[in-house]
């Protein structure tokens, strides 16, 4: 113990772990950069050791694409705290559409996405019932919207109509 | 699939006790091997699927079960520890070695034929998903976000069985065929697991493979019945239903190897 003390005076602080859930909230979910991998509930538990800082990352799909890019950005901007990180893919807290904050709804709305209706227990494929949950249109706010089809470009989103605007969008699949 | 950089997580800390090791192995294997196997047979339908919509669906939900392989075979290779990674598991073995169910051997076939060796494998592999407990808990997280997943791949079939029995007389006589064709392999994925009972008493596995499959007929009596349609017969299970594939998956397996094949070793 007496031996490592010199080179711990030597390190920068030891980050808050919302010191770094604020730097983590400076990397974007590399499929729509608009919102943050934080806004988005990415970020399971910040654990800041003496020696380590782990960061549990929660996928939100298990076969995302996205996942090793997002792991190595979040790697490098933790790295930059000035201590040894390690990021650790877990599904102990199995991901939700309910976990975005109201932050990342509005950032995903303003970019063209409708925001997932709430899961919530109990109640199954709420996209699928419009008048328990009504998905608004991104560009002119209209409920008159029908589902195109559940499987979009990715695997967290899926394809709608508004029938007022008449523009198909797109919409994070409720999960 | 990428990268032995990408440990397995948490692999020291969730080591399984080393009498579950076998059992626990076969277990994850067989449902990797579904998973892959059925992936890669669906994604054929890329670019050649009968509607512009369907050809998102059928490619999103095999990109899905694609990655539910990997997370499998992460998991099976954190149990083996033999040095092999998930990539290695996936594609280093001869036809011979895979254990995916004799039902996922059927080729692609026409439409009606994919929808119904999907719909029958999908709602096995629910009755499947819903048998496993929290024995082991690497396993156990996984399958909670599986489940949330699948829901959706079920709700797609269900409605494409549905339209398919009520789209005229065509659509309905290939569905047919296509489902008194698959029967006789249909509960293969049900076959009797050689560590079943150590699973079982790990808590790893909260019903037999035989209760699974009795929930899984009470499932599909709901829906084909209603519709006319004929359920598969109870066939006597034997080790045979996840052994000796067929041609079409010799030329699958080609397919799906003909990459890592190409320059033994390569990284990307």
Request: include cysteine.
């Amino acid at each position: 113990m007496v031996m490592t003390m010199p080179a711990r005076a030597m390190r920068p602080d030891r980050p808050t772990p919302q010191a770094v859930l604020a730097a983590l909230d400076g990397v974007p979910d590399p499929e729509i950069p608009a919102v943050s991998i934080v806004e988005l509930g990415m970020i399971g538990s910040i654990d800041v050791g003496a020696d380590e800082i782990v960061v549990e990352l929660l996928p939100t799909f298990v076969g995302c694409p996205a996942l090793e890019v997002i792991r190595d950005a979040v790697t490098a901007r933790v790295a930059e705290l000035g201590r040894p990180v390690r990021v650790e893919v877990s599904f102990a807290t199995p991901w939700s559409s309910d976990r975005i904050s109201n932050a990342g709804r509005e950032k995903l709305r303003a970019s063209g996405f409708a925001p997932p209706a709430a899961v919530r227990p109990g109640r199954e494929l709420p996209m699928l019932d419009a008048a328990v949950a009504p998905v608004a249109c991104p560009y002119c706010g209209s409920l008159r919207t029908t589902l195109e089809n559940v499987f979009g470009p990715t695997q967290c989103r899926s394809i709608r109509h508004c029938a007022d605007c008449r523009q198909p969008f797109e919409s994070f699949k409720p999960v | 699939m990428t990268s032995a950089a990408v440990p397995p997580p948490q692999r020291a800390a969730n080591a399984p006790d080393p009498w579950l090791r076998d059992p626990l192995a076969e277990l994850l294997l067989t449902m990797a091997d579904d998973e892959f196997v059925s992936g890669f047979t669906d994604s054929e339908w890329t670019g050649i699927a009968p509607l512009l919509e369907e050809d998102v669906a059928i490619s999103s939900i095999s990109q899905d079960e694609l990655g539910h392989a990997r997370a499998l075979y992460q998991l099976l290779a954190g149990v083996l520890d033999d040095g092999r990674d998930e990539d290695a598991i996936a594609f280093d073995r001869e036809p011979e070695d895979y254990r995916h169910a004799r039902l996922l051997d059927h080729p692609r076939g026409d439409w009606a034929s994919t929808i119904a060796r999907r719909f029958l494998y999908e709602l096995a592999d629910e009755a499947r998903l819903a048998s496993i407990g929290d024995g082991w808990p690497p396993l156990a997280d996984l399958v909670g976000k599986l489940r949330r997943e699948e829901r959706y791949h079920r709700m797609h079939l269900v409605a494409w069985v549905n339209r398919l029995a009520n789209g005229g007389e065509e659509a309905r006589r290939r569905l047919t065929a296509a489902l008194e064709e698959l029967g006789p392999d249909a509960a293969t994925v049900f076959t009797p697991l050689a560590g079943e009972g150590t699973l079982l008493e790990a808590g790893i596995l909260t019903r037999s493979m035989a209760d699974a499959e009795s929930a899984w007929r009470a499932d599909l009596t709901g829906i084909l019945v209603p519709l006319g349609l004929p359920l598969p017969h109870a066939m006597p299970q034997s080790p045979a239903g996840r052994q000796g594939h067929s041609d079409a998956f010799r030329w699958l397996w080609g397919e799906f190897t003909a990459v890592r094949h190409s320059e033994d070793g390569a990284t990307w």
